[in-house]
């Protein structure tokens, strides 16, 4: 039995995740060559009153993992959003693939309609399945995945489109 969930969400995750994963190591390299600490990296913003690209990694992350515990109903693994270094974003980025990847795609079948809470600060909004991986979880998570882009771009890390699409390319 197919499970569309899984196929439009799941290896789009992965696939974003080595985006992320490669675009920081970009960062990285940007930063070494320029003389810039790396301990400035996760602080990075794309403007003052914008949360840090740390922020960006944590919330791409959880929207991933989160979703297989909304939808297929596995146990959450809690992650404390507490990174600071480029070390333990990449770190949070190589668990949370493993995550993905260890999800059984049987539970994803016959999930489109199941009833799904999405609790946002004091609001709950019930959701079907699909609507929540179609209407929250990829636009939220690729907001995010985008932004991270956008703050590194800004602080003249030399990345393109084909730094972001490489992962989109292959099997996740």
């Known amino acids: 039995m197919s499970a569309p969930l899984y196929d439009f969400s799941i290896p789009l995750f ?3 995740l080595n985006t992320l994963s490669h675009i920081i190591e970009k960062g990285e390299e940007y930063a070494n060559e320029k003389g810039i ?10 403007a003052p009153d914008m949360k840090p ?8 992350s959880n929207t991933a993992k989160n979703s297989i515990v909304r939808v297929a109903g596995t146990e ?4 404390e959003d507490n990174e600071t270094t480029i070390e333990a974003l990449q770190a949070r980025i190589t668990k949370t693939i493993e995550l993905l990847k260890a999800v059984d795609a049987s539970k994803f079948t016959g999930k489109e309609e199941a009833p799904v809470t ?9 959701m079907t399945g699909q609507s929540y991986i179609t209407n929250f979880a990829l636009p939220n998570y690729f907001f995010h995945l985008n932004i991270a882009y956008a703050i590194l771009r800004s602080k003249g890390v030399p ?3 084909a730094d972001y699409l490489t992962s989109f390319n292959t099997e996740a």
């Open 14 to 16: 992965i696939r974003g």
């Open 37 to 46: 600490p790396l301990s400035e990296l996760p602080e990075w913003r794309l």
């Open 53 to 60: 690209l740390s922020f960006q990694v944590q919330i791409a």
């Open 76 to 79: 959450p693994v809690p992650m």
């Open 118 to 126: 999405l609790k946002i600060g004091p609001k709950e909004e019930l």
């Open 159 to 161: 990345i393109g489109k």
